[in-house]
């Protein structure tokens, strides 16, 4: 599983997210959801351990990094490397064959089996910078597949994706959490998460509440998250 503890994450020395408690078990799967500006994303990279803590701290009980695949959002990514599309999803072998370790019958198999679910294997010889927004979030989602990962976090997936691919990728998640894989996925769509998300955390900088869908998004707690946004004083945000 991997736990949060009282963690707090500052940008110029103001907390994007502060004293946040959470426990993302094996095999479950949740949405991180909130207003704009919320520190969805903020969490997300201190979970990967992207971004230092202010306070607290992340642990990833039982779970090495070559357990836990990392999509970030479209927009930290460089299209414009010269590098086809099979090139791109066979990254997702990173851990197992370094850099410049070659791809062995059986993985590029896995590979393509990942290029596959996600209906890009007929591109895999295709140049990425020739890819539809939608066709490049595929791929994105082949390379973490191919990593076969025990937890698969996602940084707003579906940004700038059409509806169609939107809805192919959601079900994808589902189905990779019905073989036993943890997902975690920051997103901004309320009926996306109604839909797909069996549990819920909802943060305003600060937790909110967490636990099943259902129990998390009603008024009452949305609108204590959308009341906590509203606070501008950032000395209120964190007392302690």
């Known amino acids: 599983m991997i736990e949060v503890e009282n963690l707090t994450v500052s940008y110029r020395q ?8 959470m426990r ?5 799967m949740w949405a991180v959801f909130g207003p704009n500006g ?4 903020t969490l997300l990279k201190a979970v990967m351990g992207l971004l230092e803590c ?3 701290k992340v642990s990833w009980h039982g779970l090495r990094r070559s357990d836990i695949a990392y999509l970030p959002q479209q927009a930290d990514i460089d299209r414009s490397q010269p590098m086809t599309v099979f090139e791109l999803a066979a990254m997702g072998l990173w851990y197992e064959i370094g850099f410049f370790g070659r791809v062995s019958a059986a993985q590029k198999e896995r590979v393509m089996q990942a290029l596959a679910r996600v209906e890009m294997a007929e591109f895999a010889h295709r140049q990425i910078a020739h890819l539809s927004n939608g066709q490049f979030q595929r791929v994105l989602f082949a390379r973490m597949l191919a990593q076969n990962a025990k937890f698969l976090l996602l940084d707003e997936p579906f940004n700038a994706v ?16 019905a073989e036993h894989q943890a997902v975690i996925a ?3 769509d309320y009926e996306q998460v109604r839909a797909y998300f069996p549990n819920t955390l909802l943060i305003a900088r600060e937790k909110i509440t967490a636990g099943k869908t259902e129990e ?3 008024e009452g707690y949305l609108q204590q998250a959308n009341e906590a946004m509203q606070r501008y004083d950032y000395a209120q945000w964190c007392a302690a």
Do not use: E, I, M, Q
């Open 216 to 218: 998390v998004l009603t």
């Open 14 to 21: 103001k907390p994007a997210v502060h004293h946040v408690d």
């Open 162 to 177: 059409d509806a169609k691919t939107t809805y192919a990728l959601l079900d994808v998640l589902r189905r990779c959490n």
């Open 54 to 56: 202010s306070t607290g």
């Open 24 to 28: 993302f078990d094996n095999a479950s």
């Open 38 to 41: 919320a520190g969805k994303s």
């Open 186 to 188: 920051v997103l901004h």
